[in-house]
C-alpha cells in the first residue's frame, strides 16, 4: 500500500519553505470591481472559515466532492484581502499575489485528489507551493454552492422570467451524529434509574416522556457506534423493560436546496429567444444549440450549472441550459423533444462570482476586501 505524502487538505507550518521559487510577472494594474469600506479591517482565518460555513454548509456538497479549507496557514493568519476566482489558475494565483491577499475562494477546489509529490513541472504544485510559500490560504465551496438557495444555479435560472422554480435534486438536512433512535419503555417507577444510566453516554441525547399513569418511554439518539454502550448500560433493566425500538432517522428535504433548479416560466418564447437570453445572462457571444424534435417554444427550463448529464435526466421540461452533456445525453434529450444549450462548464458558474462577491462584503460588514479575479476565464473559446 502505497502512502500519501499530502493529504486533500494541506494544513502550513510557519516557517515552512521550499528551494524552489515561483517565477512570473508581477501585476501592477489597478484592480477593478473591489468591494470594501474605505478603511477594512481583518479577520481571522478561523472566524472567517466559520462564517463562510454558516453561509453555505459544507454538508450541502456531493460526497465526492473536496469542499472546505484546502490550505491553511499556521495561526495566526489574519484575513484582509480575499481573492475569488472560478478557477484556481497560475495566472489568478500571481494576481492574488501582487495583490497581496491573505486568502483565495476557488470555487472548483484546486486539490482535489491526494498528492504524493508537489513538483515543480506540474503547474497546480507550482501553485500549492506559491501559496505556502507566500502563506495565502485556499478555500473551495464548489457543489455546496451549487445547492445553496440564492446559489449558482438560481442566478443561471435568472436568465429566465419565470413564476416557480424549485431544485431538481432536492437536499435533505443533516441529521447531525445521530442516524438512529432508540426506544425504551420502562414502568415509570424505573424511569429515573435507567435515564442516569443512559445519560452522559457520548454522542448520545437522552430525553424522557411520560406515556400514561404506568409507563414511561425513554429516548436516545444515537449512532451505529454508540449502540453496544447503551446496550450495555441497559441490560441491568431488563427485567424491568417493556420493550425496545430502533428506529432510523430520516433526513427531511431542505426547502429550495439541491442541485439544478427547475422552472415555469411566465409565458412561453421562442428558442431563438431563450439563446438571447442565455447568451445576455452569461455574457457570452456564442452558445451551442440542440433544437428537440417539434420543440417550438420554450415553456419550462432545467438548468445546472457546469456539466449537467447526471443531473438533467428525463426531465419533462422543454430546454435544458448547462455548461456541458456527453452526446449521447444530449442525443437523447433532442429526441425527447427537449432542446439543450451548452455553455461551456465554468461560463455557467463564473458570473456568479460578482453576486458573491456583493454578498460577501454585506455578510463580512465590509471588514474584508473582496476582488474577482480579471485572469480567470474559461480555457475554451470559439474559434
Known amino acids: 500500500m502505497i502512502k500519501t505524502i499530502l493529504s486533500t487538505k494541506i494544513i502550513l507550518q510557519r516557517r515552512f519553505s521550499f528551494s524552489f521559487g515561483i517565477r512570473g510577472s508581477l501585476f501592477s494594474f489597478l484592480h477593478q470591481n473591489t468591494f470594501c469600506a474605505t478603511a477594512c479591517s481583518e479577520m481571522d482565518l478561523k472566524s472567517v472559515v466559520r462564517k463562510l460555513q454558516q453561509f ?38 500571481q494576481e492574488a499575489k501582487a495583490w497581496k491577499a491573505n486568502l483565495i475562494i476557488s470555487y472548483h477546489p484546486p486539490i482535489f485528489v491526494p498528492m504524493k509529490k508537489l513538483e515543480q513541472r506540474k503547474w497546480k504544485d507550482r501553485i500549492i507551493t506559491g501559496c505556502i510559500e507566500n502563506r495565502i490560504a485556499i478555500y473551495s465551496p464548489h457543489t455546496s454552492y451549487d445547492a445553496l438557495a440564492g446559489g449558482v444555479n438560481d442566478w443561471l435560472m435568472e436568465a429566465f422570467d419565470t413564476k416557480s422554480t424549485s431544485p431538481v435534486t432536492p437536499s435533505v438536512a443533516s441529521t447531525g451524529p445521530h442516524n438512529k433512535r432508540m426506544q425504551i419503555t420502562v414502568p415509570r417507577s424505573t424511569q429515573d434509574a435507567l435515564f442516569k444510566a443512559v445519560n452522559g453516554i457520548q454522542n448520545t441525547l437522552v430525553t424522557m416522556q411520560e406515556l400514561n399513569q404506568d409507563l414511561s418511554q425513554i429516548n436516545i439518539l444515537c449512532s451505529n457506534g454508540t449502540i453496544p454502550a447503551i446496550l450495555q448500560n441497559t441490560q441491568d433493566f431488563s427485567d424491568k423493560i417493556q420493550s425496545t425500538e430502533l428506529l432510523e432517522l430520516q433526513k427531511a428535504p431542505k426547502p429550495g436546496y439541491g442541485m439544478g433548479r427547475i422552472g415555469k416560466l411566465t409565458s412561453p418564447i421562442s428558442v431563438s429567444e431563450a439563446v438571447e437570453r442565455v447568451k445576455r445572462h452569461l455574457g457570452l457571444a456564442h452558445v451551442r444549440l440542440a433544437t428537440g424534435v417539434g420543440c417550438e417554444n420554450i415553456s419550462s ?42 455553455c461551456d462548464h465554468s461560463n455557467t458558474e463564473r458570473g456568479f462570482l460578482k453576486v458573491l462577491q456583493r454578498t460577501l462584503t454585506e455578510l463580512f460588514q465590509t471588514k474584508i476586501e473582496f476582488q474577482v479575479s480579471t485572469f480567470d476565464q474559461d480555457p475554451l473559446v470559439i474559434v
Open 301 to 342: 427550463v432545467a438548468v445546472c450549472a457546469g456539466s449537467g448529464s447526471s443531473v438533467l435526466k428525463n426531465l419533462d421540461v422543454s430546454l435544458y441550459v448547462t455548461g456541458e452533456m456527453g452526446h449521447h445525453d444530449v442525443l437523447h434529450a433532442v429526441h425527447s423533444g427537449t432542446s439543450v444549450i451548452l
Open 56 to 93: 453555505a454548509d459544507p454538508s450541502l456538497a456531493e460526497s465526492w466532492d473536496n469542499v472546505g479549507l484546502l490550505v491553511e496557514p499556521t495561526p495566526p493568519h489574519e484575513v484582509k484581502k480575499v481573492m475569488l476566482t472560478n478557477d484556481l489558475t497560475e495566472a489568478v494565483y
